[in-house]
């Protein structure tokens, strides 16, 4: 099954990626490998997605949020690939910070809802390393910021 395929069965429509926020750009390509920027957790109405694991976001929310990050990152993805995202080689590794307490420890389960999506999407070669990192604040207030590094074919 392509990556479309895998996209249309999950019932997942890709959007254009976001405008820069600031000084920086959305992707950047070196040789064979592209890196993402951070994208931060969105609502499907578009609304950034406010809070704080451990405060008044659980894990399972926070998971849903990190799912979405993935979605707006595969729509990144396809343009840093010229609109195929069959040309994706290897998801290589996914960073994501999450906007919680500091007893709050399942930064890796929240994270999870990203990775799944990916390995869901590209099967094997959507396997990743991956670090979960809990942070004080994320822009505007999000609760979840996920960057992703890939290897182009």
């Known amino acids: 099954m392509s990556v479309y395929e895998k996209l249309k069965s999950l019932d997942i429509a890709l959007k254009a990626p976001a405008t820069p926020a600031a000084a920086y750009?959305?992707?950047?390509?070196?040789?064979?490998?592209?890196?993402l920027s951070g994208h931060i957790a969105k609502k499907p109405d578009g609304a950034v997605w406010v809070g704080q694991l451990g405060k008044n976001i659980d894990t399972a929310e926070g998971k849903q949020a990190a799912r979405a990050v993935a979605i707006d990152l595969l729509?990144?993805?396809q343009e840093a690939c010229g609109g195929d995202l069959n040309r994706v080689k290897r998801i290589v590794k996914v960073m994501s910070l999450v906007n919680s307490t500091p007893d709050f420890t399942e930064q890796h389960l929240v994270t999870n809802g990203a990775s799944e999506l990916l390995g869901e999407v590209f099967g094997d070669a959507g396997k990743h390393a991956r670090s979960a990192f809990g942070v004080a604040q994320i822009p505007l207030g999000a609760c979840v910021e996920i960057e992703l590094i890939a290897e182009l074919a």
């Open 75 to 77: 729509g990144t993805l």
């Open 25 to 35: 750009v959305m992707h950047v390509q070196t040789g064979n490998t592209v890196f």
